[in-house]
C-alpha cells in the first residue's frame, strides 16, 4: 500500500480509539519500552510531546519516568524545515506553535548529535521498519544529523501492510513498540 493510502487508514484507526483506549495502550506501550530497554541515569532521550488532537501516542508519564531517574530529556523544535533538539527539565515553560504542538520556548539546540534512543511518533510502520509520519521529513532529516542512535517507533497498531512507495531518503526504524509487543528490524 501507498504511504498516502496507509497515513489515511491509520489516520482513520486512531480516531476511532477511545481516550480510554489511548491512555491505557500508551501505558503499555512504555511498559514494554521500558522492559525491554535498559534505561539508564545519564543517558540521553528524545522524545516527541504528543500532540492530542492528533490522538498520539501519550509521552508525558514517561517524560516524568525520565526525569524521575535522571535521563536526559530532549524535545523536538520545528525550526524552518527543521528539528533542534532541546534539552528540557521539569520546570521547562512550553508553548503550542502554530502547528499545536507542544514546545519548549526557548530556540536554543543543544547540538546534542547522539541519543541512546529517539523515539518517533508515526502513524505506521510495516515489517522492514519504514514508517509513514504526516508527510514532511522532519525525522528523516533529523535522523540524518546524530550518530548511532536508536530510532524507535511507538504506534497503536502492529505492522500489517508493507509500504510500497519508501525510497532512498526514508531512514527506517531499529524498533517499533507497540501496546502488546516489540518488533525489531535487524537491530540487536
Do not use: W
Not at 22 to 48: A, G, V
Not at 81 to 101: A, Q, R, Y
Not at 121 to 146: A, H, I, S
Not at 148 to 172: M, R, T, Y
Amino acid at each position: 500500500m501507498t504511504k498516502t493510502a496507509l497515513r489515511k487508514i491509520y489516520r482513520e484507526k486512531r480516531k476511532a480509539l477511545s481516550l480510554n483506549e489511548i491512555s491505557q495502550f500508551s501505558e503499555r506501550i512504555f511498559e514494554n519500552f521500558i522492559n525491554c530497554f535498559d534505561l539508564k541515569d545519564s543517558q540521553k532521550i528524545h522524545i516527541f510531546l504528543s500532540v492530542s488532537k492528533l490522538r498520539e501516542v501519550k509521552t508525558k508519564s514517561f517524560i516524568d519516568y525520565c526525569f524521575q531517574r535522571n535521563i536526559r530529556v530532549f524535545v523536538p523544535k520545528m525550526m524552518g524545515d527543521s528539528l533542534i533538539s532541546v534539552e528540557i527539565f521539569p520546570e521547562t515553560e512550553l508553548e503550542i506553535n502554530s502547528f499545536g504542538i507542544s514546545e519548549p520556548r526557548t530556540n536554543a539546540d543543544s547540538g546534542e548529535k547522539f541519543f541512546d534512543y529517539i523515539i518517533t511518533p508515526l502513524l505506521y510502520c510495516d515489517e522492514f521498519g519504514n514508517r509513514v509520519g504526516y508527510g514532511k521529513g522532519f525525522y528523516d532529516r533529523l535522523f540524518t544529523q546524530v550518530e548511532n542512535s536508536l530510532k524507535v517507533g511507538v504506534n497503536f497498531f502492529p505492522p500489517d501492510e508493507i509500504i510500497e512507495n519508501a525510497d532512498k531518503h526514508d531512514v527506517p526504524l531499529d524498533y517499533l513498540v507497540t501496546p502488546d509487543e516489540v518488533f525489531s528490524f535487524g537491530t540487536l
